[in-house]
C-alpha cells in the first residue's frame, strides 16, 4: 500500500498494490504519468463512497501520439483498469447541473447592454434617457448647439418631456458651447446640478451622468480643459444604478478629442457582476468554479461559460457571474413549455486530464482540427473488480482513436448485481469537458449506471451505446450539450469529413452526408432497453437523442443476437427528457447502422446510416403482442428541423411540449400495407407552440433572423421561408387526441400551421389518421396546411401529397364531427356535400373512406389514373412509390360504396393485385381495370393474412355473362369483361374479418388478376 502525499511523476505504471491519494486539504496533490494500468489486484483510491476526498487531487496523462509504443488493449496515455483492477475515485459531489430560474438576458440586463460610440458628425450636445428601473435607453437625441441657436428650445423640449427620476446622460460631440445660450445653461444647472455648464467652452470635452430633477448628490460629471493640439483625453462621467429586480448596473458618458478626433459615447452595462436566480440550492458552487449556461435557442454554440464570483449578498439558490453574456437564456416556462436553460457545473476537486500540445500535429486529422485532439483516456476492460467514479472532473481525455474516450466500459458484460458487482458499478456526478472523443461510451456493457454527469464540448456522439447489445444500463439527470463532429464512425462526421475520409467505401463510391453521416448525438442509444430519465440534450451538431438499430450487432459483439431483435426489444423507461439546440432533431427514433462491409453490391462503409424501423414487442418477438414504446413527459423546443421524429409502432407520445421547432413532431408507420401488420401511433396529452415568446438573439451561428407573426424579429428556425408545423401526418395511422396548440399564425415570408403534412410524400396516406378532443386557442391563425407549390414543396404533386387526409372525430379543428380533412382536387374523396377551405388548400367531407392498395407487375414502372365515376373527368394520377423492384404500388384513398375506374399510361400489366385496407363488413367498391379488348386473363380471390405473410381461401373469380350480374351478385366472386371497351369490372369488399384496425385481426381479402402473356386476339 502506497500513500500518495505529494506531486508525483511517473513515466508509466503498472500499479501491483494499493495506490492511495492522501487527503490533505493543505496539500493538493498531482500525478502525471504516461499510462496507469491496474490490474491483478492493482488499485487506485482517491476518497471513498462513505468518505468522499475533500483536498485537490489532478492526475494528470501526458505524451503525445508519435511518442512511445503503445500498450495491447489500452493504447496510450491511459488510465486502465484490467481483470482483478479497482478504481475508486470519490470527490465532493456538488449538485451537478440546474435550470435558470429566471432569464440571464445578453449583458445580465432584460434590455441588453447599450453601446454607442462616435466620432465625427455628431456635433453638439449628444443626450440619453435611460430608465433607472430596467435600465433601458428610451429615448436618444443630438442638438448642434453649436451651430443652431433654436437647438436650445428643442433640447429643453426633450428634457421636460421626460418625468423626473429618469436617468440622463449627456456627452458632447465635438463642440457644443457657440450657441449653447445662457438661459439653457442656466436650465441645464439647475436641472441636472451641473457644475460646468455655465462655462462650457468651445471643443472642450465634456460629460455627465445624473437624474432628472435628482438632487446635487445624484450626478456625476467630467470636464476636460480645451486644448489647441488636438489631444486632450477624455472626460468621463459613470454612475451606478439598480433595477426594480437588482441588477446592478453603470451608465457611463465620456466626451473628448484623441489625435485631432472628436470621440463620444455611452454604455449600459452590467456592474459587479451577475447573479444568476437557479432552479435549486447550489450552495455547493464555490467562487473561483466554472460554470456553462445552455443556449436556449437554435444554434448549441450560444452555450457560455462563467467564473463565479464572491457573492455573500446571494441566496442559497443564486451565484454570481464574471463576465457579461452575449445570448439570451431562458429562465423561464413560456407558453406552458419549460425552457429554462441548463446551468452546469464543470469544476470537481478530482480532475483528470491529457496535457496537450498548442496545435495540432502528426496522425490527429489536422485537415480537420487546429488543436491538438490526442487527450487521455480511461479504459475499463472485463472481470475489473470494482470501478466508481463520482465527484471527478475530466477535462481534454479522449482521441480522434476508436476505443479511445474519457470514460470506456469495453466488452465488461453485466457490470451490477448481474455480474456479480456489489455495490453495482456507476459513474456519477462527472464533469466531462472540452474532450476529443466521446464523454462515456458503452461497450457491450449492461447494468451501468450513469448519473448526473455533464458531457459539454466534446467530438463525436457523447453518451454512446456501441455495438447494439447493450442493455439495462440506465442514464439519470445527465446533461449533453455542445456536441461536435468527430471522425471515428461515419455517424460521428460532419459533412467535409463525410466527403474527404473514403478508405473504407468500396470502389469509387462518394458518399452522400445528408444520409450516411451527419448524425453525431448527445446520446446514441444502440439498443432500446436502456432507461433515459430527467437527461437534456442541450445542442448537437445533428440530434439530441437517437434511438437508433443495429440489425445485427457489429463489431466485437457480432453474433450476439439474431437479425433484427434490437428492433423488436421494447423500450426501457424514457421519461421527462428534454432536448433542444439541436441542428437536424431533438429526439429521433429510427434509421439503423449498415451492419456489411462496403461491397460492389453495396458500397456504403460499414456503419453508415441505413434503414431500420421499431416495432417493440413482448420478449422480442414478432409473434407475441406489441408493447407499446411510451415516450413520457419529453421537452422539445428551439430545434432547427425536428422537435422529435419517430418510426415504427406501437409509440405513444405523452404529456409532452414542443415549441419553436421547424416541426413539432412527425410520426411514420412501421411500414406499408400488405408488410406491416399493422401498427399504432399516438400523441397525448401535449401542447405545441408555434413562435413562442422565446425569441432568441442573433448570433452564435444562428442563421435566420426575421420578423415573426406579431411583426418582431426572432430567430427562425431552417429558413425565413420553412413553413413551420405542429404535428406534421406522414403515413399513418396516428391518432393526435387531447392536445393544445397555439401561435401558429402564417406570415407573408412562411406558412406556419397547427397541424400540416409531409412535403414531397411520395408514400401512402391513410384515413385512419384521425384527431379529437384538440384545443386549437385564438393564436392559431392556420389550423390545417396541405402546402402549396414552391420552395418547400416543390410541385406538391406526389402520390402522398395528392392523398393527404385525416379524420377529425368530434369537429375540434373542422367544427364538424365524424368528417375527413382531404386536399381540396383530390376528386376521389370528394362529393357535392363538401365544404372547401381556400386558406387550408383543403376541403371538410363526410363519408366512409377506405384505401386501396394495387400492385401492378410487369411492368411496373407505368402511372396509375384513377377516376371516381361520379368524377369521370378528374382523374388522379399516381406515380408509385417503389423504384427498381419487381413490382410497383399504388395506394389511393377511396370513398366507398362508389364506382372507380383505374387505366395506365402504357400497356397495362400482366399481374394486378387489389387488396382492399381498412374495409369494414359490408364495405364494397366497383372496380374496372382498362385491358386492350380481348384480353384473356383469370380473376382470383384470397384472403391475406399479414402476420404470417400467407393466402389462404384463393377462390377463382367466375366470368359473368354482364355487367348486371355482377353489379348484383355481391356475394359471388364473380367479374365481367366487356370485350367492346376493354373494361373488366370487379366488386371489392371485406369478405371476412371486420376491421383492418391497428390491433384487431390482420386479414384482408385481395383480388388477382392475372394476364397471360401473349397478344391479343387480331380484331
Not at 475533500?54 to 503525445?64: E, F, M, P, Q, T
Not at 403482442?625 to 409502432?649: E, Q
Request: glycine share 10%; with cysteine; aromatic share 10%.
Amino acid at each position: 500500500m502506497v500513500w500518495l502525499s505529494k506531486r508525483t511523476a511517473l513515466n508509466s505504471a503498472s500499479v501491483p498494490g494499493v495506490l492511495i491519494f492522501a487527503d490533505d486539504p493543505e496539500q493538493p496533490i498531482t500525478l502525471r504519468a504516461r499510462s496507469i494500468l491496474l490490474e491483478d489486484g492493482g488499485a487506485l483510491y482517491v476518497g471513498t463512497e462513505s468518505c468522499p476526498y475533500r483536498s485537490k487531487a489532478v492526475i494528470s496523462l501526458y505524451g503525445k501520439a508519435t511518442e512511445g509504443d503503445e500498450v495491447e488493449g489500452y493504447g496510450k496515455k491511459f488510465l486502465g483498469v484490467g481483470r482483478g483492477g479497482i478504481l475508486e475515485l470519490h470527490g465532493r459531489k456538488p449538485r451537478s447541473w440546474t435550470l435558470l430560474d429566471k432569464t440571464l438576458y445578453p449583458g445580465g440586463l432584460c434590455y441588453g447592454p447599450y453601446t454607442s460610440e462616435k466620432r465625427w458628425s455628431s456635433r453638439g450636445l449628444n443626450v440619453r434617457i435611460v430608465d433607472a428601473d430596467t435600465a433601458q435607453v428610451v429615448a436618444a437625441g443630438r442638438f448642434d448647439t453649436h451651430l443652431l441657436v433654436d437647438e436650445n428650445r428643442r433640447l429643453r423640449q426633450f428634457l421636460s418631456y421626460h418625468s423626473p427620476g429618469k436617468a440622463v446622460a449627456i456627452a458632447v460631440g465635438d463642440s457644443a458651447a457657440k450657441s449653447l445660450t445662457l438661459e439653457m445653461r442656466l436650465f441645464l444647472r439647475d436641472l441636472l446640478s451641473s457644475e460646468y455648464i455655465l462655462h462650457l467652452g468651445y471643443r472642450q470635452p465634456w460629460a455627465l451622468v445624473g437624474i432628472l430633477g435628482g438632487p446635487p448628490t445624484s450626478t456625476v460629471e467630467d470636464a476636460k480643459p480645451s486644448q489647441g493640439n488636438g489631444t486632450v483625453g477624455l472626460a468621463v462621467a459613470a454612475k451606478d444604478f439598480r433595477t426594480y429586480d437588482g441588477v446592478n448596473f453603470r451608465i457611463t458618458a465620456f466626451s473628448g478629442w484623441i489625435k485631432g478626433v472628436p470621440h463620444h459615447g455611452f454604455k449600459v452595462e452590467v456592474s459587479e457582476g451577475i447573479i444568476l436566480d437557479l432552479a435549486d440550492e447550489v450552495t455547493s458552487w464555490l467562487p473561483g468554479d466554472r460554470i456553462v449556461v445552455a443556449s436556449t435557442d437554435y444554434s448549441m454554440h450560444q452555450a457560455e461559460e462563467f467564473d463565479l464570483l464572491p457573492c455573500p449578498e446571494c441566496r442559497s439558490n443564486q451565484v454570481k457571474i464574471d463576465g457579461s453574456p452575449l445570448y439570451l437564456h431562458m429562465g423561464e416556462i413560456v407558453d406552458g413549455v419549460d425552457m429554462r436553460a441548463e446551468v452546469g457545473l464543470l469544476t470537481r476537486n478530482i480532475l483528470i486530464q491529457g496535457e496537450m500540445e498548442e496545435a495540432c500535429y502528426g496522425p490527429n486529422h489536422c485537415q480537420f482540427f487546429n488543436f491538438d485532439t490526442f487527450g487521455g483516456q480511461i479504459k475499463i476492460q472485463r472481470d475489473f473488480t470494482s470501478v466508481h467514479m463520482a465527484g471527478v472532473e475530466l477535462k481534454n481525455m479522449g482521441q480522434q482513436i476508436l476505443g479511445s474516450y474519457p470514460v470506456h466500459f469495453h466488452l465488461t458484460g453485466d457490470v451490477d448485481e448481474k455480474g456479480g458487482y456489489d455495490p453495482p458499478s456507476y459513474l456519477d456526478n462527472l464533469a466531462i469537458h472540452h474532450c476529443f472523443s466521446r464523454c462515456v461510451a458503452i461497450h457491450g456493457a449492461h447494468g451501468l449506471l450513469v448519473k448526473d454527469t455533464i458531457g459539454y464540448d466534446t467530438l463525436g456522439h457523447c453518451f454512446f451505446l456501441e455495438d447494439g447489445t447493450e442493455q439495462r444500463n440506465t442514464f439519470y439527470h445527465n446533461l449533453g450539450l455542445l456536441t461536435k463532429a468527430g471522425t471515428i464512425l461515419p455517424t460521428d462526421r460532419n459533412e467535409a469529413m463525410c466527403l474527404s475520409m473514403r478508405n473504407n467505401v468500396y470502389g469509387d463510391y462518394i458518399p452522400i452526408p445528408s444520409t450516411d453521416c451527419m448524425a453525431v448525438s448527445s446520446f446514441w442509444i444502440a439498443n432500446p432497453n436502456n432507461n433515459l430519465i430527467d437527461n437534456a440534450a442541450a445542442g448537437a451538431q445533428a440530434v439530441g437523442m437517437w434511438y437508433i438499430f443495429h440489425q445485427v450487432p457489429t463489431g466485437q459483439s457480432e453474433g450476439q443476437y439474431p437479425a433484427g431483435q434490437s428492433e423488436l426489444t421494447p423500450l426501457g423507461k424514457f421519461y421527462n427528457n428534454r432536448v433542444h439546440s439541436n441542428f437536424k432533431a431533438g429526439l429521433f427514433i429510427g434509421k439503423g447502422v449498415k451492419t456489411t462491409k462496403a461491397s460492389a453490391a453495396n458500397p456504403r462503409e460499414y456503419l453508415t446510416v441505413d434503414n431500420a424501423r421499431f416495432r417493440p414487442h413482448q420478449d422480442a418477438d414478432a409473434e407475441k403482442p406489441r408493447v407499446p414504446a411510451v415516450i413520457d413527459g419529453l421537452v422539445a423546443f428551439k430545434n432547427n428541423d425536428h422537435g422529435a421524429w419517430a418510426r415504427g409502432g406501437d409509440i405513444v407520445f405523452r404529456n409532452c411540449g414542443f415549441s419553436d421547432n421547424g416541426i413539432g413532431l412527425t410520426l411514420a408507420s412501421d411500414g406499408t400495407f400488405p408488410v406491416d401488420e399493422g401498427c399504432s401511433l399516438e400523441v397525448t396529452h401535449s401542447v405545441f407552440v408555434g413562435e413562442s415568446d422565446n425569441v432568441g438573439s442573433q448570433g452564435g451561428q444562428n442563421s435566420y433572423w426575421g420578423r415573426g407573426a406579431n411583426r418582431e424579429y426572432r430567430t427562425l428556425p431552417r429558413n425565413k421561408t420553412f413553413p413551420i408545423r405542429g404535428f406534421q401526418i406522414y403515413d399513418g395511422p396516428v391518432r393526435l387526441t387531447r392536445c393544445t396548440f397555439r401561435k401558429f399564425t402564417p406570415t407573408t415570408d412562411r406558412h406556419s400551421s397547427a397541424i400540416g403534412f409531409f412535403m414531397k410524400n411520395a408514400w401512402q396516406m391513410t384515413p385512419q389518421n384521425n384527431v379529437s378532443l384538440l384545443r386549437m386557442e385564438r393564436s392559431v391563425g392556420l389550423q390545417v396546411f396541405f402546402g402549396a407549390p414552391g420552395q418547400w414543396f416543390g410541385d406538391n404533386n406526389n402520390d402522398g401529397d395528392k392523398m393527404s387526409i385525416f379524420h377529425d372525430l368530434d369537429g375540434s379543428v373542422t367544427g364538424y364531427p365524424d368528417t375527413f380533412v382531404g386536399r381540396a382536387d383530390n376528386y376521389l374523396i370528394r362529393h357535392p356535400g363538401c365544404l372547401t377551405v381556400p386558406r387550408w388548400n383543403g376541403m371538410i367531407c363526410a363519408g366512409k373512406y377506405a384505401q386501396l392498395y394495387i400492385q401492378a407487375r410487369r411492368p411496373e414502372n407505368l402511372t396509375l389514373s384513377i377516376a371516381r365515376a361520379a368524377y369521370h373527368s378528374h382523374p388522379l394520377r399516381l406515380h408509385g412509390v417503389n423504384r427498381g423492384v419487381s413490382y410497383q404500388q399504388y395506394q389511393p384513398v377511396v370513398m366507398l360504396a362508389e364506382a372507380y375506374l383505374i387505366q395506365w399510361d402504357g400497356r397495362a400489366p400482366e399481374e394486378v393485385i387489389l387488396y382492399p385496407v381498412n374495409f369494414h363488413r359490408g364495405d364494397w367498391l366497383y372496380v374496372a381495370l382498362c385491358y386492350p379488348k380481348g384480353t384473356v386473363f383469370t380473376v382470383v380471390g384470397d384472403l391475406y393474412q399479414r402476420q404470417t405473410g400467407k393466402a389462404h381461401s384463393v377462390k377463382r373469380y367466375v366470368a359473368a355473362t354482364s355487367r348486371h350480374s355482377v353489379l348484383n351478385g355481391a356475394d359471388e366472386r364473380r367479374f365481367y369483361f366487356d370485350s367492346l371497351t376493354g373494361s373488366s369490372i370487379n366488386i371489392l369488399g371485406q369478405q371476412r374479418f371486420h376491421s383492418l384496425a391497428p390491433g384487431r385481426p390482420s386479414g384482408a381479402s385481395l383480388v388477382h388478376t392475372m394476364v397471360p402473356v401473349c397478344p391479343p386476339p387480331s380484331p
